[in-house]
């Protein structure tokens, strides 16, 4: 038996690598994530991280989240195959020309399983020509199983969102309802998940030998059996001005495991009862769309903290390897006094830094309230500001643009911000959705 697994495994593997679909998530995670560093050096004049490094952890993250999907399926033997995952890639793409975040498949696979619904209304499935076999292909897509899939992607995706989610932050400075810059974080990431799923065979080299447990989908396993790759991608991206990255990586992980267990339940009922697949799809769409909301009437209904107060300079983010994080400064932390001197502007940070070229003595309230000190010696050639973002004051002359970011602007390499004073329509910037999950 093992070898068998080891033997459909082989011809899996060397699937996943004729197929475009995964070299086409990883472009898409390079484009994001270089054109996430464009920003960083517009807004701060500094690039926090590089896009190599946080490319080649999201492969390999995805690839150990797919193993363990891959495991996980052994025992649910849902009837996907490579015509099903170019359906998904193919309306995702269609949708992403629309707006980037819409290339998560709940999207995707709703639209095909409401499809496949409506064309049971039709014949087309028993046309000639293309026509004909396009709707053939749609109608023996395994519609329970991909809506389980994509709840298996999303409880997945929490996971990966808790553990990973806040190193994913960028600061930003962001308009305010009013018009006036606040600070603010992106947080956003990208997985792509090479699946190996086992299914039932239809024909080619296929494994006879008879699997030692039943899986949950009750298909037909008498002509065998064999794995199929199918190459997913899984990613997320949300916008705070109110909360701290880690507080808001932990409400967006909470709505994915409710996302994924309802649409699981939801899946498996319209498994049992395929009637429900209508409903099921509706779900997958309608709930995704209601964690949007959620996530941004929560932040409507909170103040923003990237903002100075009387107390002091706000800082809203801590470049690595700078004396800043040697410090120990967190962002959302005020910077009280230095060098015993109250600061409230850049100037006068710059002013009480000057007090003393040779030690930096801190006085900084925490996130708690709670004041703290920190102190570090000085060396020539170190960051002038010691190495903190400070949230936006009335000198900040660009800020991130908040319009819907489609595909095309995301391959042209359209600028990441707009410039203060200038109507954004001047401006040809690839913007930052807010509307992301």
Request: glycine share 8%.
């Amino acid at each position: 038996m093992a070898q068998a697994m080891l033997e459909q495994l082989g011809h899996a593997v060397l699937q996943l690598f004729m197929q475009p679909f995964y070299y086409i998530s990883v472009f898409i995670i390079l484009l994001q994530y270089s054109r996430q560093m464009r920003m960083e050096r517009q807004l701060f004049a500094v690039k926090l991280r590089n896009w190599l490094p946080l490319t080649l952890k999201a492969v390999l993250t995805g690839l150990l989240v797919g193993v363990a999907m891959s495991l996980a399926g052994v025992f649910i033997g849902a009837s996907l195959t490579p015509t099903a995952v170019l359906w998904l890639w193919a309306v995702a793409a269609v949708l992403m020309l629309l707006r980037i975040r819409y290339l998560c498949f709940a999207y995707s696979a709703g639209i095909i399983v409401i499809l496949q619904w409506v064309m049971g209304f039709t014949s087309l499935d028993e046309s000639t020509g293309w026509l004909g076999s396009t709707a053939a292909s749609l109608a023996n897509i395994d519609a329970a199983g991909l809506l389980l899939l994509v709840a298996l992607l999303h409880l997945a995706e929490a996971l990966l969102v808790r553990w990973q989610g806040d190193g994913l932050s960028t600061p930003l400075f962001l308009e305010g309802k009013r018009g006036k810059l606040v600070g603010g974080y992106m947080l956003q990431g990208f997985w792509p998940v090479p699946l190996f799923l086992l299914v039932p065979a239809t024909g080619g080299a296929a494994s006879e030998t008879q699997l030692p447990w039943s899986p949950l989908f009750g298909a037909d396993w008498s002509q065998g059996w064999t794995f199929v790759a199918l190459p997913m991608m899984i990613g997320f991206t949300e916008m705070t001005r109110t909360m701290l990255p880690k507080a808001k990586t932990k409400h967006a992980s909470n709505s994915l495991v409710i996302y994924g267990v309802v649409l699981a339940g939801a899946a498996l009922a319209a498994w049992k009862v395929p009637a429900l697949l209508p409903l099921a799809a509706l779900l997958s769409i309608g709930l995704h769309e209601a964690m949007v909301w959620r996530s941004k009437l929560a932040e409507s209904k909170g103040t923003p903290l990237f903002v100075h107060d009387s107390r002091g300079l706000r800082v809203l983010g801590v470049v690595p390897g700078t004396p800043a994080e040697a410090m120990g400064l967190l962002p959302g932390e005020i910077l009280h006094k230095v060098n015993g001197a109250r600061v409230s502007t850049k100037e006068e940070l710059y002013a009480a830094l000057a007090l003393n070229s040779a030690f930096c003595r801190l006085e900084v309230f925490n996130n708690a309230g709670e004041l703290k000190f920190a102190g570090r010696a000085r060396y020539a050639g170190e960051h002038h500001q010691l190495g903190v973002i400070l949230a936006p004051d009335e000198q900040a002359n660009y800020y991130a643009a908040e319009e819907p970011a489609s595909l095309i602007g995301l391959i042209r390499g359209l600028r990441a911000s707009n410039r203060r004073g200038m109507p954004a329509a001047s401006e040809t910037a690839a913007a930052l959705d807010m509307n992301e999950k």
